[in-house]
């Protein structure tokens, strides 16, 4: 089945800094969300994009579906940025499975 | 409410008893999903229910057992449980568009539930 690769695992990041997170898929995919998983477990949408580029406050984010990636931009980081982020694609195949990455676990201090 | 509601958030149980899991959504979506989140592994999918009928059962044991009387409800009955079921249990819904296309997923806060 697909795979759905994160990178970095671990990010930890002064306050104010700029990161970019990556979401590697292996298959042709229908959608791709990316979430934020805040300290108690929430889990926030953040972006639904299938392809091209969206911007939402300081977070932005691209996915190339023909090189199958996805970027996840974070801009001016604030500590409340923390938590876990995953992006999850829809198969191509199977559209009512969404398909895990493992996650970036990012650390925004003070 | 707004958006997506679960209860209760925590829950601690003994192996023998039976306890429910409940699910509601506010978006006017048609489809449900549970899924259990485990320390260190990618969140695993339980069951999906589209117009409230059941469409996918990832091989979860007997012991979890899912019941949707409506679009907007969704409970998952416990029953029975065992230590290595502790995990936080999400619940989400979306849109199913008719075309075998189901849309962008919303999830609730989640159960946090530890068997002991």
């Known amino acids: 089945g697909i795979q759905v690769e994160q990178s970095p695992p671990d990010l930890i990041l002064q306050e104010g800094a700029n990161s970019t997170l990556r979401c590697n898929f292996s298959d042709s995919v229908n959608n791709l969300q990316w979430f934020h998983q805040n300290p108690w477990g929430q889990l926030i949408n953040l972006f639904y994009i299938p392809s091209g580029t969206k911007q939402n406050g300081r977070l932005s984010a691209t996915t190339v579906a023909t090189e199958r990636y996805s970027l996840l931009y974070i801009s001016s980081s604030q500590t409340t940025d923390s938590g876990v982020y995953f992006c999850?694609?829809?198969?191509?195949?199977?559209?009512?499975?969404?398909?895990w990455g493992l996650g970036t676990s990012l650390a925004v201090n003070p | 409410e707004t958006g997506v509601t679960q209860t209760p958030r925590h829950l601690v149980m003994g192996m023998t008893n039976k306890k429910s899991l409940k699910c509601e959504q506010h978006?006017?979506?048609?489809?449900m999903y549970w899924y259990k989140q485990s320390a260190k592994k990618p969140l695993e999918l339980m069951f999906v229910?589209?117009?409230?009928?059941?469409?996918e059962n990832n091989s979860v044991p007997s012991r979890f057992s899912p019941e949707c009387p409506n679009s907007s409800h969704l409970f998952l009955h416990l029953h029975t449980l065992q230590p290595e079921d502790s995990a936080l249990y999400l619940c989400?819904?979306?849109?199913?568009?008719?075309?075998?296309?189901?849309?962008?997923?919303?999830f609730g806060p989640g159960t946090r539930l530890t068997v002991l």
């Open positions: 978006l006017g979506h048609n489809a």
């Open positions: 999850a694609v829809y198969n191509a195949g199977n559209n009512r499975k969404l398909i």
């Open positions: 989400a819904s979306s849109q199913f568009s008719g075309s075998s296309s189901y849309n962008e997923q919303f």
């Open positions: 229910y589209s117009l409230e009928e059941r469409v």
